[in-house]
Protein backbone atom coordinates (compact mmCIF):
# COMPACT_ATOMS: atom_id res chain seq x y z
CA UNK A 1 0.00 0.00 0.00
CA UNK A 2 2.98 1.88 0.04
CA UNK A 3 2.78 3.11 -3.50
CA UNK A 4 -0.81 4.62 -3.50
CA UNK A 5 -1.09 7.56 -4.85
CA UNK A 6 -4.59 8.15 -4.04
CA UNK A 7 -6.80 5.57 -2.07
CA UNK A 8 -10.36 5.12 -1.50
CA UNK A 9 -11.71 3.65 1.87
CA UNK A 10 -15.48 1.86 2.32
CA UNK A 11 -16.60 4.92 0.04
CA UNK A 12 -20.54 5.15 0.45
CA UNK A 13 -22.39 8.00 -1.78
CA UNK A 14 -26.36 7.95 -1.52
CA UNK A 15 -27.24 10.54 -4.39
CA UNK A 16 -29.86 13.43 -2.98
CA UNK A 17 -32.99 11.56 -4.22
CA UNK A 18 -32.17 8.51 -2.17
CA UNK A 19 -30.03 6.45 -4.69
CA UNK A 20 -27.47 4.53 -2.96
CA UNK A 21 -24.31 4.78 -5.67
CA UNK A 22 -21.58 3.57 -3.94
CA UNK A 23 -22.10 1.00 -1.37
CA UNK A 24 -18.58 1.13 0.76
CA UNK A 25 -15.75 0.45 -1.88
CA UNK A 26 -12.34 0.41 -1.73
CA UNK A 27 -10.09 0.99 -4.43
CA UNK A 28 -5.86 2.05 -4.61
CA UNK A 29 -3.95 3.64 -7.74
CA UNK A 30 -0.82 3.28 -7.38
CA UNK A 31 2.00 5.88 -8.91
CA UNK A 32 2.89 5.11 -12.38
CA UNK A 33 0.03 2.40 -13.29
CA UNK A 34 -2.48 1.89 -15.42
CA UNK A 35 -5.72 1.12 -13.37
CA UNK A 36 -9.08 0.34 -15.51
CA UNK A 37 -12.12 0.48 -14.02
CA UNK A 38 -14.49 -2.08 -15.66
CA UNK A 39 -17.95 -2.38 -14.50
CA UNK A 40 -21.25 -2.49 -16.94
CA UNK A 41 -23.50 0.82 -17.46
CA UNK A 42 -24.81 2.14 -13.97
CA UNK A 43 -22.17 0.38 -12.26
CA UNK A 44 -21.51 3.71 -10.20
CA UNK A 45 -17.88 4.26 -12.54
CA UNK A 46 -18.86 7.72 -13.01
CA UNK A 47 -20.07 8.59 -9.98
CA UNK A 48 -16.84 7.02 -8.45
CA UNK A 49 -14.60 8.58 -10.80
CA UNK A 50 -16.32 12.19 -9.53
CA UNK A 51 -14.91 11.53 -6.03
CA UNK A 52 -11.23 10.96 -7.38
CA UNK A 53 -11.16 14.94 -7.97
CA UNK A 54 -13.13 15.70 -4.84
CA UNK A 55 -16.04 17.16 -7.25
CA UNK A 56 -18.38 14.69 -4.92
CA UNK A 57 -18.06 14.93 -1.30
CA UNK A 58 -18.42 10.74 -0.20
CA UNK A 59 -21.41 10.42 2.19
CA UNK A 60 -19.15 7.54 3.91
CA UNK A 61 -16.18 6.38 3.93
CA UNK A 62 -12.79 8.52 3.02
CA UNK A 63 -10.36 9.22 0.47
CA UNK A 64 -6.66 9.38 1.07
CA UNK A 65 -4.41 11.41 -0.90
CA UNK A 66 -0.56 10.64 -0.31
CA UNK A 67 -1.81 8.49 2.65
CA UNK A 68 -3.72 11.44 4.24
CA UNK A 69 -7.54 12.30 4.22
CA UNK A 70 -8.22 14.70 1.57
CA UNK A 71 -9.82 17.76 2.57
CA UNK A 72 -12.37 19.77 0.90
CA UNK A 73 -11.69 23.34 1.60
CA UNK A 74 -11.27 25.51 -1.39
CA UNK A 75 -7.50 25.44 -1.12
CA UNK A 76 -7.22 21.49 -0.13
CA UNK A 77 -9.41 21.08 -3.65
CA UNK A 78 -7.21 23.34 -5.54
CA UNK A 79 -4.57 21.20 -4.51
CA UNK A 80 -5.94 18.23 -5.33
CA UNK A 81 -7.24 19.06 -8.53
CA UNK A 82 -4.42 20.26 -9.89
CA UNK A 83 -2.68 16.36 -8.84
CA UNK A 84 -5.63 14.73 -10.23
CA UNK A 85 -7.32 16.08 -13.38
CA UNK A 86 -10.74 14.39 -14.81
CA UNK A 87 -11.76 13.98 -18.01
CA UNK A 88 -15.48 13.85 -18.58
CA UNK A 89 -16.99 11.33 -20.82
CA UNK A 90 -19.03 14.16 -23.01
CA UNK A 91 -16.32 16.57 -24.38
CA UNK A 92 -18.84 19.30 -24.85
CA UNK A 93 -19.42 19.39 -21.07
CA UNK A 94 -15.60 20.48 -20.22
CA UNK A 95 -15.12 23.02 -23.79
CA UNK A 96 -16.88 26.13 -23.08
CA UNK A 97 -14.36 28.44 -25.18
CA UNK A 98 -14.48 29.61 -28.45
CA UNK A 99 -10.82 27.85 -29.71
CA UNK A 100 -9.35 24.82 -29.33
CA UNK A 101 -6.00 27.17 -28.13
CA UNK A 102 -8.42 29.00 -25.98
CA UNK A 103 -9.74 26.42 -24.27
CA UNK A 104 -7.29 24.43 -23.42
CA UNK A 105 -5.33 27.59 -22.01
CA UNK A 106 -7.96 27.74 -19.12
CA UNK A 107 -6.50 24.95 -16.61
CA UNK A 108 -2.86 26.27 -16.77
CA UNK A 109 -4.61 29.98 -16.31
CA UNK A 110 -6.28 29.24 -13.46
CA UNK A 111 -3.16 27.62 -11.74
CA UNK A 112 -1.74 31.29 -12.03
CA UNK A 113 0.74 30.61 -14.51
CA UNK A 114 2.13 33.33 -16.96
CA UNK A 115 0.84 33.99 -20.54
CA UNK A 116 4.41 32.88 -21.83
CA UNK A 117 3.99 29.55 -19.65
CA UNK A 118 0.56 28.96 -20.45
CA UNK A 119 1.64 29.55 -24.50
CA UNK A 120 4.08 26.48 -24.28
CA UNK A 121 2.17 24.58 -21.87
CA UNK A 122 -1.28 25.10 -24.32
CA UNK A 123 1.28 24.29 -27.58
CA UNK A 124 2.69 21.08 -25.42
CA UNK A 125 -0.42 19.29 -24.30
CA UNK A 126 -1.73 19.82 -28.36
CA UNK A 127 1.47 18.07 -29.55
CA UNK A 128 1.41 15.01 -26.79
CA UNK A 129 -2.50 14.95 -28.39
CA UNK A 130 -1.46 15.45 -32.25
CA UNK A 131 -3.67 18.08 -32.53
CA UNK A 132 -1.22 20.85 -33.09
CA UNK A 133 -3.00 21.91 -36.29
CA UNK A 134 -6.29 22.63 -34.87
CA UNK A 135 -5.37 25.32 -32.19
CA UNK A 136 -6.69 28.33 -33.75
CA UNK A 137 -10.36 26.09 -35.17
CA UNK A 138 -13.57 26.85 -33.15
CA UNK A 139 -14.72 24.66 -30.89
CA UNK A 140 -17.83 24.05 -32.37
CA UNK A 141 -16.56 22.93 -35.91
CA UNK A 142 -14.47 19.51 -34.37
CA UNK A 143 -15.53 16.62 -34.51
CA UNK A 144 -16.16 14.44 -31.79
CA UNK A 145 -13.09 12.58 -31.41
CA UNK A 146 -10.97 15.82 -32.50
CA UNK A 147 -13.38 17.55 -29.37
CA UNK A 148 -12.53 14.56 -27.05
CA UNK A 149 -9.07 14.81 -27.66
CA UNK A 150 -8.98 19.03 -27.24
CA UNK A 151 -11.30 17.82 -23.64
CA UNK A 152 -8.12 15.58 -22.73
CA UNK A 153 -5.44 18.53 -23.86
CA UNK A 154 -7.29 21.30 -21.93
CA UNK A 155 -6.68 18.79 -18.51
CA UNK A 156 -3.45 17.65 -19.77
CA UNK A 157 -1.84 21.24 -20.20
CA UNK A 158 -2.19 21.56 -16.23
CA UNK A 159 0.10 18.53 -16.00
CA UNK A 160 -1.52 16.04 -13.76
CA UNK A 161 0.04 13.42 -11.33
CA UNK A 162 -3.23 11.16 -12.33
CA UNK A 163 -5.24 11.55 -15.43
CA UNK A 164 -8.49 10.30 -14.60
CA UNK A 165 -10.46 9.62 -17.70
CA UNK A 166 -13.92 8.38 -17.85
CA UNK A 167 -15.00 5.89 -20.99
CA UNK A 168 -12.03 7.79 -22.89
CA UNK A 169 -12.35 5.77 -25.96
CA UNK A 170 -16.79 5.48 -25.99
CA UNK A 171 -17.99 6.94 -29.22
CA UNK A 172 -14.58 6.77 -30.59
CA UNK A 173 -14.33 4.65 -34.08
CA UNK A 174 -11.24 2.42 -34.36
CA UNK A 175 -8.81 4.34 -36.05
CA UNK A 176 -9.64 7.22 -33.13
CA UNK A 177 -9.39 4.79 -30.38
CA UNK A 178 -5.84 3.53 -31.69
CA UNK A 179 -5.13 7.51 -31.91
CA UNK A 180 -6.16 8.32 -28.58
CA UNK A 181 -4.18 5.29 -27.11
CA UNK A 182 -1.26 5.82 -28.80
CA UNK A 183 -1.29 9.20 -27.30
CA UNK A 184 -1.73 8.05 -23.50
CA UNK A 185 0.84 5.64 -24.22
CA UNK A 186 3.39 8.34 -24.59
CA UNK A 187 1.71 9.95 -21.40
CA UNK A 188 2.01 7.09 -19.14
CA UNK A 189 5.76 6.87 -20.72
CA UNK A 190 6.61 9.70 -19.37
CA UNK A 191 5.35 9.01 -15.92
CA UNK A 192 1.60 9.70 -15.80
CA UNK A 193 -0.48 7.61 -13.98
CA UNK A 194 -3.51 6.92 -16.00
CA UNK A 195 -6.71 5.60 -14.25
CA UNK A 196 -9.83 5.26 -17.27
CA UNK A 197 -13.21 3.94 -16.43
CA UNK A 198 -14.89 1.42 -19.19
CA UNK A 199 -17.10 -1.58 -19.80
CA UNK A 200 -14.98 -2.87 -22.81
CA UNK A 201 -12.91 -5.86 -20.89
CA UNK A 202 -10.84 -6.15 -24.36
CA UNK A 203 -9.71 -2.48 -24.12
CA UNK A 204 -8.63 -3.32 -20.56
CA UNK A 205 -7.13 -6.60 -21.14
CA UNK A 206 -5.22 -4.82 -23.91
CA UNK A 207 -4.17 -1.58 -22.04
CA UNK A 208 -4.50 -1.67 -18.39
CA UNK A 209 -1.71 -2.91 -16.04
CA UNK A 210 -4.39 -3.18 -13.21
CA UNK A 211 -7.85 -3.78 -12.92
CA UNK A 212 -10.76 -3.13 -10.40
CA UNK A 213 -14.02 -5.13 -11.51
CA UNK A 214 -16.70 -2.98 -10.63
CA UNK A 215 -20.28 -4.13 -10.05
CA UNK A 216 -23.34 -2.49 -8.42
CA UNK A 217 -21.48 0.19 -6.46
CA UNK A 218 -19.02 -1.94 -5.11
CA UNK A 219 -15.14 -3.36 -6.30
CA UNK A 220 -15.89 -6.96 -6.82
CA UNK A 221 -12.02 -7.82 -7.38
CA UNK A 222 -8.97 -5.57 -7.88
CA UNK A 223 -5.55 -7.00 -9.34
CA UNK A 224 -3.31 -7.58 -12.45
CA UNK A 225 -5.10 -7.61 -15.53
CA UNK A 226 -4.56 -11.08 -17.00
CA UNK A 227 -5.14 -12.49 -13.41
CA UNK A 228 -8.89 -10.46 -12.72
CA UNK A 229 -10.16 -10.79 -16.23
CA UNK A 230 -9.26 -14.21 -16.40
CA UNK A 231 -11.42 -14.91 -13.24
CA UNK A 232 -14.90 -16.74 -14.54
CA UNK A 233 -16.72 -15.87 -11.30
CA UNK A 234 -16.11 -12.17 -10.93
CA UNK A 235 -16.40 -11.56 -14.42
CA UNK A 236 -19.68 -13.75 -14.38
CA UNK A 237 -21.02 -11.63 -11.20
CA UNK A 238 -20.24 -8.23 -12.78
CA UNK A 239 -22.38 -9.47 -15.83
CA UNK A 240 -19.18 -9.16 -18.29
CA UNK A 241 -17.62 -11.09 -20.33
CA UNK A 242 -13.93 -12.12 -20.09
CA UNK A 243 -11.82 -10.48 -23.75
CA UNK A 244 -11.75 -12.95 -26.27
CA UNK A 245 -8.20 -12.70 -26.99
CA UNK A 246 -7.66 -13.39 -22.95
CA UNK A 247 -9.57 -16.66 -23.84
CA UNK A 248 -8.07 -17.43 -27.24
CA UNK A 249 -4.50 -17.17 -25.27
CA UNK A 250 -5.72 -19.33 -22.66
CA UNK A 251 -6.92 -21.40 -24.80
CA UNK A 252 -3.84 -21.60 -26.92
CA UNK A 253 -2.05 -23.17 -23.60
CA UNK A 254 0.52 -20.47 -22.56
CA UNK A 255 -0.31 -21.88 -19.05
CA UNK A 256 1.03 -24.92 -19.60
CA UNK A 257 4.67 -23.81 -20.36
CA UNK A 258 4.43 -22.77 -16.54
CA UNK A 259 5.19 -19.44 -14.87
CA UNK A 260 5.32 -17.57 -17.90
CA UNK A 261 1.61 -15.64 -17.32
CA UNK A 262 3.34 -12.26 -18.36
CA UNK A 263 3.81 -13.57 -21.88
CA UNK A 264 0.16 -14.21 -22.86
CA UNK A 265 -0.78 -12.15 -26.19
CA UNK A 266 -1.85 -8.77 -25.22
CA UNK A 267 -3.08 -7.53 -28.76
CA UNK A 268 -4.64 -8.45 -31.91
CA UNK A 269 -1.75 -8.78 -33.70
CA UNK A 270 0.38 -10.37 -31.08
CA UNK A 271 -2.20 -13.38 -31.02
CA UNK A 272 -2.30 -13.91 -34.49
CA UNK A 273 1.64 -13.82 -34.94
CA UNK A 274 1.20 -16.70 -31.59
CA UNK A 275 -1.69 -18.89 -33.65
CA UNK A 276 0.69 -18.77 -36.88
CA UNK A 277 3.95 -20.21 -34.79
CA UNK A 278 1.80 -22.86 -33.32
CA UNK A 279 0.19 -24.09 -36.72
CA UNK A 280 3.43 -23.74 -37.87
CA UNK A 281 4.89 -25.97 -35.46
CA UNK A 282 1.90 -28.27 -35.27
CA UNK A 283 2.10 -28.09 -39.02
CA UNK A 284 6.09 -29.73 -38.21
CA UNK A 285 4.89 -32.07 -35.72
CA UNK A 286 1.89 -34.09 -36.97
CA UNK A 287 1.24 -33.34 -40.65
CA UNK A 288 -2.41 -33.89 -40.83
CA UNK A 289 -3.47 -30.45 -39.13
CA UNK A 290 -2.87 -28.36 -42.42
CA UNK A 291 -0.82 -31.04 -44.49
CA UNK A 292 -3.38 -31.05 -47.19
CA UNK A 293 -3.09 -27.40 -47.75
CA UNK A 294 0.45 -27.91 -49.70
CA UNK A 295 -0.63 -31.09 -50.79
CA UNK A 296 -3.66 -29.42 -52.59
CA UNK A 297 -1.37 -26.75 -54.13
CA UNK A 298 0.77 -30.20 -55.70
CA UNK A 299 -2.54 -31.53 -57.32
CA UNK B 1 -25.85 32.16 -39.20
CA UNK B 2 -23.91 29.10 -39.90
CA UNK B 3 -22.87 30.23 -43.17
CA UNK B 4 -21.39 33.55 -41.57
CA UNK B 5 -20.14 31.41 -38.71
CA UNK B 6 -18.31 29.30 -41.00
CA UNK B 7 -16.80 32.33 -42.99
CA UNK B 8 -15.65 34.29 -40.27
CA UNK B 9 -13.46 31.41 -38.66
CA UNK B 10 -12.04 30.62 -42.20
CA UNK B 11 -11.39 33.87 -44.39
CA UNK B 12 -8.01 34.98 -45.31
CA UNK B 13 -7.90 37.95 -42.85
CA UNK B 14 -9.32 36.13 -39.80
CA UNK B 15 -5.71 35.77 -38.19
CA UNK B 16 -5.52 39.94 -37.95
CA UNK B 17 -6.02 42.15 -35.52
CA UNK B 18 -9.51 42.91 -35.62
CA UNK B 19 -8.90 47.09 -34.94
CA UNK B 20 -7.82 46.74 -38.56
CA UNK B 21 -11.14 45.53 -39.97
CA UNK B 22 -13.46 47.25 -37.44
CA UNK B 23 -11.43 51.33 -37.96
CA UNK B 24 -11.92 50.92 -41.75
CA UNK B 25 -15.56 49.43 -41.83
CA UNK B 26 -16.57 52.36 -39.00
CA UNK B 27 -14.62 54.66 -41.80
CA UNK B 28 -16.84 53.30 -44.20
CA UNK B 29 -20.32 53.68 -42.00
CA UNK B 30 -19.63 57.18 -41.64
CA UNK B 31 -19.53 58.11 -45.11
CA UNK B 32 -22.22 56.13 -45.84
CA UNK B 33 -23.83 58.25 -43.50
CA UNK B 34 -23.06 61.51 -44.00
CA UNK B 35 -22.11 61.95 -47.85
CA UNK B 36 -24.97 62.03 -50.60
CA UNK B 37 -26.17 58.18 -51.42
CA UNK B 38 -26.47 57.65 -54.73
CA UNK B 39 -22.76 58.45 -55.22
CA UNK B 40 -21.35 56.79 -52.35
CA UNK B 41 -23.35 53.96 -51.65
CA UNK B 42 -22.86 51.95 -54.82
CA UNK B 43 -19.22 52.71 -54.23
CA UNK B 44 -18.81 51.61 -50.31
CA UNK B 45 -21.46 48.45 -51.68
CA UNK B 46 -18.80 47.63 -54.33
CA UNK B 47 -15.35 48.05 -52.28
CA UNK B 48 -17.04 45.72 -49.98
CA UNK B 49 -17.74 43.07 -52.29
CA UNK B 50 -14.25 43.33 -53.73
CA UNK B 51 -11.96 43.44 -50.26
CA UNK B 52 -14.23 40.50 -49.17
CA UNK B 53 -13.66 38.56 -52.54
CA UNK B 54 -10.17 39.75 -53.42
CA UNK B 55 -8.78 40.56 -49.71
CA UNK B 56 -10.58 38.06 -47.34
CA UNK B 57 -11.25 35.28 -50.13
CA UNK B 58 -15.14 35.24 -48.77
CA UNK B 59 -17.08 34.91 -52.33
CA UNK B 60 -19.99 37.34 -52.88
CA UNK B 61 -22.49 34.66 -52.53
CA UNK B 62 -21.85 35.04 -48.78
CA UNK B 63 -22.60 38.76 -48.71
CA UNK B 64 -25.46 38.57 -50.90
CA UNK B 65 -26.62 35.85 -48.28
CA UNK B 66 -26.19 38.13 -45.69
CA UNK B 67 -27.93 41.34 -47.45
CA UNK B 68 -30.69 39.38 -48.26
CA UNK B 69 -32.85 39.50 -45.06
CA UNK B 70 -32.43 44.15 -45.06
CA UNK B 71 -32.95 44.00 -48.97
CA UNK B 72 -36.22 41.91 -48.60
CA UNK B 73 -36.87 44.79 -45.54
CA UNK B 74 -36.42 47.33 -47.71
CA UNK B 75 -38.04 46.46 -50.82
CA UNK B 76 -41.15 46.54 -48.82
CA UNK B 77 -40.54 49.42 -46.55
CA UNK B 78 -38.76 52.23 -49.06
CA UNK B 79 -42.06 52.61 -51.50
CA UNK B 80 -43.70 53.45 -48.13
CA UNK B 81 -41.42 56.64 -48.60
CA UNK B 82 -42.15 57.58 -51.67
CA UNK B 83 -45.84 57.69 -51.73
CA UNK B 84 -47.45 60.77 -49.25
CA UNK B 85 -50.73 61.01 -48.48
CA UNK B 86 -52.55 64.28 -49.66
CA UNK B 87 -55.88 65.46 -48.54
CA UNK B 88 -55.79 68.74 -50.03
CA UNK B 89 -57.78 67.49 -53.16
CA UNK B 90 -59.81 64.50 -51.47
CA UNK B 91 -58.20 61.82 -49.63
CA UNK B 92 -55.61 60.40 -52.19
CA UNK B 93 -51.74 59.04 -52.63
CA UNK B 94 -49.08 60.51 -54.27
CA UNK B 95 -45.97 60.35 -55.66
CA UNK B 96 -43.64 62.99 -55.50
CA UNK B 97 -40.18 63.38 -56.99
CA UNK B 98 -38.77 64.18 -53.52
CA UNK B 99 -40.43 61.13 -52.25
CA UNK B 100 -38.98 58.91 -55.11
CA UNK B 101 -35.34 60.33 -54.18
CA UNK B 102 -35.89 60.05 -50.58
CA UNK B 103 -37.11 56.14 -50.84
CA UNK B 104 -33.74 55.62 -53.16
CA UNK B 105 -31.48 57.46 -50.51
CA UNK B 106 -32.59 55.85 -48.11
CA UNK B 107 -32.34 52.37 -49.37
CA UNK B 108 -29.03 52.57 -51.00
CA UNK B 109 -27.59 54.31 -47.63
CA UNK B 110 -29.46 51.30 -45.18
CA UNK B 111 -27.93 48.65 -47.53
CA UNK B 112 -24.33 50.25 -47.86
CA UNK B 113 -24.59 50.79 -44.26
CA UNK B 114 -25.18 46.67 -43.43
CA UNK B 115 -22.23 45.85 -46.29
CA UNK B 116 -20.17 47.38 -43.78
CA UNK B 117 -21.47 45.31 -40.80
CA UNK B 118 -21.51 42.56 -43.16
CA UNK B 119 -17.90 42.86 -43.93
CA UNK B 120 -16.98 42.66 -40.16
CA UNK B 121 -19.30 39.66 -39.41
CA UNK B 122 -18.13 37.66 -42.12
CA UNK B 123 -14.09 38.40 -41.31
CA UNK B 124 -14.28 38.74 -37.86
CA UNK B 125 -15.41 35.60 -35.04
CA UNK B 126 -17.28 36.30 -32.01
CA UNK B 127 -14.47 35.74 -29.98
CA UNK B 128 -11.72 37.65 -31.71
CA UNK B 129 -14.00 40.76 -30.39
CA UNK B 130 -13.83 39.71 -26.70
CA UNK B 131 -10.56 41.33 -25.93
CA UNK B 132 -11.56 44.97 -27.75
CA UNK B 133 -14.88 44.48 -26.34
CA UNK B 134 -13.19 43.88 -22.43
CA UNK B 135 -10.37 47.10 -23.44
CA UNK B 136 -13.94 48.80 -24.39
CA UNK B 137 -15.03 48.77 -20.46
CA UNK B 138 -17.64 45.84 -20.75
CA UNK B 139 -17.50 44.12 -17.68
CA UNK B 140 -15.62 40.73 -17.86
CA UNK B 141 -18.72 39.35 -16.57
CA UNK B 142 -20.82 39.73 -19.33
CA UNK B 143 -17.86 39.39 -22.34
CA UNK B 144 -17.86 35.94 -20.57
CA UNK B 145 -21.72 35.46 -20.98
CA UNK B 146 -21.52 36.53 -24.58
CA UNK B 147 -18.85 33.84 -25.44
CA UNK B 148 -20.30 31.21 -23.68
CA UNK B 149 -23.59 32.08 -24.97
CA UNK B 150 -22.11 31.82 -27.96
CA UNK B 151 -20.48 28.42 -27.49
CA UNK B 152 -23.59 27.19 -26.51
CA UNK B 153 -25.85 28.44 -28.77
CA UNK B 154 -24.10 25.72 -31.21
CA UNK B 155 -24.06 22.47 -28.77
CA UNK B 156 -27.95 23.60 -28.62
CA UNK B 157 -28.77 23.68 -32.15
CA UNK B 158 -27.69 20.25 -32.82
CA UNK B 159 -29.62 18.98 -29.97
CA UNK B 160 -32.45 20.84 -31.24
CA UNK B 161 -31.54 19.28 -35.17
CA UNK B 162 -31.06 15.72 -33.51
CA UNK B 163 -34.18 15.84 -31.36
CA UNK B 164 -36.24 16.87 -34.16
CA UNK B 165 -35.14 14.73 -36.59
CA UNK B 166 -35.75 11.98 -33.66
CA UNK B 167 -39.11 13.21 -33.84
CA UNK B 168 -39.95 13.43 -37.61
CA UNK B 169 -38.74 9.83 -37.63
CA UNK B 170 -41.55 8.62 -35.75
CA UNK B 171 -44.41 11.05 -37.33
CA UNK B 172 -44.09 13.65 -35.11
CA UNK B 173 -44.67 16.50 -37.68
CA UNK B 174 -47.50 14.07 -39.91
CA UNK B 175 -50.18 16.93 -38.95
CA UNK B 176 -50.48 20.29 -37.76
CA UNK B 177 -51.47 19.40 -34.22
CA UNK B 178 -48.51 16.96 -33.93
CA UNK B 179 -46.30 19.23 -34.91
CA UNK B 180 -47.41 21.63 -32.23
CA UNK B 181 -47.20 18.96 -30.01
CA UNK B 182 -43.86 17.12 -30.68
CA UNK B 183 -42.17 21.45 -31.30
CA UNK B 184 -43.63 21.60 -27.50
CA UNK B 185 -42.34 18.42 -26.27
CA UNK B 186 -39.01 19.09 -27.88
CA UNK B 187 -38.89 22.92 -26.45
CA UNK B 188 -39.15 21.37 -22.68
CA UNK B 189 -36.78 18.38 -23.54
CA UNK B 190 -34.27 21.18 -24.66
CA UNK B 191 -35.00 23.38 -21.31
CA UNK B 192 -34.45 20.19 -19.31
CA UNK B 193 -30.84 19.31 -21.17
CA UNK B 194 -29.58 22.94 -20.89
CA UNK B 195 -30.32 22.85 -17.26
CA UNK B 196 -28.21 19.38 -17.23
CA UNK B 197 -25.43 20.74 -19.57
CA UNK B 198 -25.10 23.63 -17.29
CA UNK B 199 -24.46 21.28 -13.84
CA UNK B 200 -22.01 19.06 -16.02
CA UNK B 201 -20.09 22.00 -17.88
CA UNK B 202 -19.79 23.24 -13.93
CA UNK B 203 -18.26 19.73 -12.64
CA UNK B 204 -15.94 19.97 -16.18
CA UNK B 205 -14.83 23.88 -15.59
CA UNK B 206 -14.34 22.93 -11.63
CA UNK B 207 -12.09 19.69 -12.53
CA UNK B 208 -9.87 22.71 -14.31
CA UNK B 209 -9.67 24.67 -11.45
CA UNK B 210 -12.62 27.39 -12.01
CA UNK B 211 -13.04 29.88 -9.47
CA UNK B 212 -15.45 32.31 -10.53
CA UNK B 213 -13.50 34.29 -13.79
CA UNK B 214 -13.48 32.24 -17.33
CA UNK B 215 -9.70 33.71 -18.29
CA UNK B 216 -8.37 32.45 -21.72
CA UNK B 217 -6.08 33.13 -23.43
CA UNK B 218 -6.49 35.62 -26.01
CA UNK B 219 -5.43 35.22 -29.46
CA UNK B 220 -2.03 36.35 -30.75
CA UNK B 221 -3.21 39.09 -33.40
CA UNK B 222 -0.55 41.75 -34.05
CA UNK B 223 -1.99 45.31 -34.82
CA UNK B 224 -0.38 46.19 -38.39
CA UNK B 225 -0.47 49.74 -38.58
CA UNK B 226 0.61 49.34 -42.09
CA UNK B 227 -2.10 47.94 -42.80
CA UNK B 228 -4.60 49.99 -40.64
CA UNK B 229 -3.56 52.64 -42.73
CA UNK B 230 -3.76 51.07 -46.05
CA UNK B 231 -7.46 50.52 -45.34
CA UNK B 232 -8.24 54.17 -43.70
CA UNK B 233 -6.31 55.56 -47.04
CA UNK B 234 -9.28 53.46 -48.75
CA UNK B 235 -11.74 54.89 -46.88
CA UNK B 236 -10.64 58.31 -47.57
CA UNK B 237 -9.85 57.68 -51.63
CA UNK B 238 -13.63 56.18 -51.33
CA UNK B 239 -14.94 59.81 -49.47
CA UNK B 240 -13.18 61.55 -51.90
CA UNK B 241 -14.22 60.08 -55.27
CA UNK B 242 -17.40 59.90 -53.71
CA UNK B 243 -17.65 63.63 -53.11
CA UNK B 244 -15.94 64.16 -56.79
CA UNK B 245 -18.65 61.95 -58.93
CA UNK B 246 -21.80 63.95 -56.92
CA UNK B 247 -20.68 67.03 -57.60
CA UNK B 248 -20.44 65.73 -61.01
CA UNK B 249 -23.30 64.19 -61.06
CA UNK B 250 -25.12 67.54 -60.28
Redesign the interface.
Known sequence: MTGSLLAVRGLEYVYPGGVVALRGLDLNIEHGRKLAILGPNGSGKTTLL?HL?G?FQPTGGEILLDGRPAGYD?RSL?QW??RV????Q?P????????V???V???P???GLS?AE??KR?GEALEALRIAPLA??????LSFGQKKRV?IA??LA?RPEILVLDEPTAGLDPHGVTHLLGALQQLHETGTTLVFSTHDAELAYAWADRVAVFHDGMVLCQGETAAVLGDREVMRRARLRPPLLLELAQLLGESETGGERRSLPRSREALLARLRERLATADGRDGPVSAHRPRRAAE | MRAIDHYAWTNRWRGRHPAEKLLPAFGLLLLTLILPPPTTGPLVLATVALTLAYGAAVPLRALLAVLAAPAAFLLFGAPFLAVSVNFSDGPGLHLSPEGLRLARDTGIRALAAVSCLAFLTLTTPLADWAPLLRRAGIPAGVVELILLIYRLIFVFAERALTGRRAQVARLGYSRIDRGVRSTGLLAGNLFQRALEQARRLEIGLAARGYSGELRVLSPEQPLSWLRLAAGMALVALIGVASGLLARGLS
Open positions: LNTRNRRGLVLEDDQLFAATEQDSFGLNLETRVARATHTAGIM
